[in-house]
Antibody, heavy 120, light 107 residues
Framework: QVQLQQSGTELVKPASSVKISCKAS????????MHWIRQQPGNGLEWIGW????????KYNQKFDGKATLTADKSSSTAYMQLSSLTSEDSAVYFC?????????????WGQGVMVTVSS | DVQMTQSPSYLAASPGESVSISCKASKSINTYLAWYQEKPGKTNKLLIYSGSTLQSGTPSRFSGSGSGTDFTLTIRSLEPEDFAVYYCQQHNEYPLTFGSGTKLEIK
């Protein structure tokens, strides 16, 4: 069965960076786009961008350009998101989510989410 | 960006009742709307995509309708496991955007 297992809670300092992971299993990792989504406390969901693990291509929400960097490691079926120059505004839960079908742009499987807290 | 306005933000109902949740887009998104269910301790679940297509495994008491800018999620004969938070998401254009969520609670 398809599973997306994300890394654990992060407590990080302002101005630093953090890299969170999403390990995929139960399907061919290189065949589906992987998206990342943010949920700030009390707020709704925001789409950050996607990576296609098959070739490393990426697309970002303009709002997150320069903030988020998406990568993928085919050998371990793991997608990563690095967030840089962190501020308190970046405190949120971050989800990875698999795109249902190529160019479908909806998500059929989600990770459990990673809570990132930015605090000195 | 396409703004998605979801209503109500809170809904209380009893098991066995039927409820509807509305999602309005700020411009036409054709039929490209998905609905998700969020429950504590579980990963988000895709219920419906392309406005009205049930994802495999979604019970038939869930239905989606609408096109253009106005969409509705209807749950007939609520079961105890349906009490959750529901989000809509447009999958017509970038950036992908979500509604603010509807919390469905037991009355």
């Amino acid at each position: 069965q398809v599973q997306l297992q994300q890394s654990g809670t992060e407590l990080v300092k302002p101005a630093s960076s953090v890299k969170i992971s999403c390990k995929a299993s139960g399907y061919t990792f290189t065949s589906n786009y992987m998206h990342w989504i943010r949920q700030q406390p009390g707020n709704g969901l925001e789409w950050i961008g996607w990576i296609y693990p098959g070739n490393g291509n990426t697309k970002y929400n303009q709002k997150f350009d320069g903030k988020a960097t998406l990568t993928a490691d085919k050998s371990s079926s793991t997608a990563y998101m690095q967030l840089s120059s962190l501020t308190s505004e970046d405190s949120a839960v971050y989800f990875c989510a698999r795109e249902g079908h190529t160019e479908a742009l909806y998500f059929d499987y989600w990770g459990q989410g990673v809570m990132v807290t930015v605090s000195s | 960006d396409v703004q998605m306005t979801q209503s109500p933000s809170y809904l209380a109902a009893s098991p066995g009742e039927s409820v509807s949740i509305s999602c309005k887009a700020s411009k036409s998104i054709n039929t490209y709307l998905a609905w998700y269910q969020e429950k504590p301790g579980k990963t988000n679940k895709l219920l419906i995509y392309s406005g009205s297509t049930l994802q495999s495994g979604t019970p038939s008491r869930f239905s989606g309708s609408g096109s253009g800018t106005d969409f509705t999620l209807t749950i007939r004969s609520l079961e105890p496991e349906d009490f959750a938070v529901y989000y809509c998401q447009q999958h017509n254009e970038y950036p992908l955007t979500f509604g603010s969520g509807t919390k469905l609670e037991i009355k």
